[in-house]
């Protein structure tokens, strides 16, 4: 079914995120018709029926948005820094799924002098933060378990998101150098901004109003 042009389609990113951001916007009054969590459908009718949310990963979620098949969508910073997107704005700060990008290193070792290679998953960030530092790194591209790079020898620091540490802890690696507190943002397509604005804006006000009273 093709929605009419006055649908607004809401991206959302699946997972732990997905947990915390449903209830703000059901305090925006917004639900989804089917329970997502248990679901295998990625389009959801909502309770408006002019709202739809779609559920994907989250790094998926900036592109729905950019392309503007997405009207509004929620990811993490960490996916927006690193996608770097030109065609889309951050409305707000859900303030949930918070934790921060960091290096990380093994456990009381010293990074060696000159280069230094990193493994991450975000990898337009860990290029961006080391050469604003003036350091030289070769970049090694991973999509999971960065952790095991430096243990391995791959590496020897790591660009990743670190919530209660349990995982560096787990693997003999310690937190090195901050680079970006983390949370779930809302964003919004130029598109839809210019084309449903006065639809766009209310959710907006609702949704901050869930997160003031989130707190
Ligand atoms: C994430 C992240 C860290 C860990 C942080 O990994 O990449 O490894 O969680 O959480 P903690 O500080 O509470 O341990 P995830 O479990 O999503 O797996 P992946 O990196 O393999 O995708
Ligand atoms: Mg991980």
Redesign the pocket.
Known sequence: MQPSSDTITIALSK??PLKETLPLFAAAGIEPLEDVHTSRKLIFETNRPDVRMIIIRSSDVPTYVEYGVADLGVTGKDVLMEYGAQDMYELLDLNVSR?KLMTAKIKGEQLPPGKIKVAS?FINVARRYFANQGRQVELIKL?????LAPIMNLADVIV???????????NGLETDEFIADISARVIASRLALKMKDEKIKPIIEMLANAVNNNG
């Not at 999509?143 to 952790?147: D, K, L």
């Not at 990743?160 to 787990?170: C, F, K, Q, S």
């Open positions: 997972g732990r934790c998953k999509y999971g378990g960065m952790e990743d998101i670190v919530d209660t540490g349990n995982t560096l802890r787990a």
